[in-house]
């Protein structure tokens, strides 16, 4: 069965850090998209960037990249120099042609 | 561009109402889905429609259902609710498909009393 794993349940950073947060899944299909989206506490799902499985380079988006690796099946988020209002829930999310799922959430608390 | 719409933003029923929310996805998108999020269940994939036909569904009772119009906008309605679908409901714009990027709509917070 697929699945979404998202092992920090919370994390913590410093402003003008980096942070990662990880994603790992779990699917036997050979074609899929990987998603990572930012929910504030308002709840609007804010979509930050997107990997194909056929994809070579790592997905680049402002201050996010995505750092995908095949093999392991993990799809790690990278925040580049936090900022406050980065301060959210993040879901790393898989569809494959019929599926969406989405993985448990990280929050993460940006500290002045 | 201007961003999806979901109404009504908060709503309270009560145990064996039925309950519409509407959602009118962003401008020239065809495909709309819709997704339950509750703390015990995470987001959970409830049904996807393009061009006026169910693409693609999640595993929910026959108590979710769901349209959409010839203009894209779709609703959603879940009968009989029950105490458990207390949840925001988010509408997304964009395919559920592997490389369609799916944008959110501000979701409507549903509690039934």
């Known amino acids: 069965a697929q699945k979404i794993t998202q092992t920090q349940p919370g994390m913590f950073v410093q402003e003008k850090e980096a942070v990662t947060l990880d994603c790992t899944y779990d699917?036997?299909?050979?074609?899929?998209?990987l998603f990572w989206y930012k929910q504030p506490s308002s709840g609007e799902m804010i979509f930050l960037i997107y990997?194909?499985?056929?994809?070579?380079q790592n997905a680049t988006e402002g201050r996010y990249s995505l750092n995908f690796q095949k093999a392991r099946k993990s799809a790690n988020l990278v925040i580049s120099a936090s900022q406050l209002g980065d301060s959210a829930m993040y879901f790393c999310?898989?569809?494959?042609?019929?599926?969406?799922?989405f993985g448990p959430g990280t929050s993460l608390s940006v500290i002045p | 561009k201007a961003g999806v719409t979901q109404t009504p933003r908060y709503l309270i029923k009560t145990r064996g109402q039925q309950v519409t929310l509407s959602c009118s996805p962003i401008?020239?998108?065809?495909?709309v889905s819709w997704y339950q999020q509750t703390p015990g269940q995470g987001l959970q994939f409830l049904f996807e429609?393009?061009?006026?036909?169910?693409?693609n569904k999640g595993n929910f009772p026959g108590r979710f259902s769901g349209r959409q119009f010839s203009n894209s906008r779709s609703e959603m309605n879940v009968s009989t609710l029950e105490l458990g679908d207390s949840a925001l409901y988010l509408c997304?714009?964009?395919?559920?498909?592997?490389?369609?990027?799916?944008?959110f709509g501000p979701g409507t917070r549903l509690l039934v009393l």
């Open positions: 997304a714009s964009g395919g559920s498909r592997e490389k369609e990027t799916q944008y």
């Open positions: 699917t036997s299909d050979q074609s899929y998209g």
């Open positions: 990997q194909g499985s056929y994809d070579e």
């Open positions: 999310a898989m569809k494959s042609y019929d599926k969406v799922i």
């Open positions: 401008s020239g998108h065809r495909s």
């Open positions: 429609y393009f061009s006026e036909t169910q693409r």
